[in-house]
């Protein structure tokens, strides 16, 4: 079992940076995609960024040029940069990690994100 808690949202200005934090119970970087998700009311669920195991990186078009995801292994904790914040990323933001062998993931509790002047 891999539990994750989601840190660092809150209220931002438009243009404003923060930086989420998803720290995980257990060691699980080299076996885990480790992904962080965004859901806006009324929305879906979106992919926001990924970084695999090996230490590849995904980023939704959305995000590209402002958002970094990246890791501390001596930490187990996973971080993803936001800079250049714009209303439109407002969300509750997960953590989320995938086995990338075994059909098994984990959900964090979610934080909150505004971006608002």
């Known amino acids: 079992q891999v539990q994750l808690v989601e840190s660092g949202g809150g209220l931002v200005q438009p243009g404003g940076s923060l930086r989420l934090s998803c720290t995980a119970s257990g060691s699980i970087f080299g076996i885990y995609t480790i992904g962080w998700y965004r859901q806006a009311p009324g929305k879906q669920r979106e992919l926001v960024a990924t970084?695999?195991?090996?230490?590849?990186?995904n980023y939704a078009d959305s995000v590209k040029g402002r958002f970094t995801i990246s890791r501390d292994n001596a930490q187990t904790t996973v971080y993803l940069q936001m800079n250049g914040l714009k209303p439109e990323d407002t969300a509750v933001y997960y953590c989320?990690?995938?086995?990338?062998?075994?059909?098994?993931?984990?959900w964090g509790q979610g934080t909150q994100v505004t971006v608002s002047s």
């Open positions: 970084i695999s195991g090996g230490g590849s990186t």
């Open positions: 989320n990690a995938d086995h990338e062998y075994l059909s098994r993931q984990y």
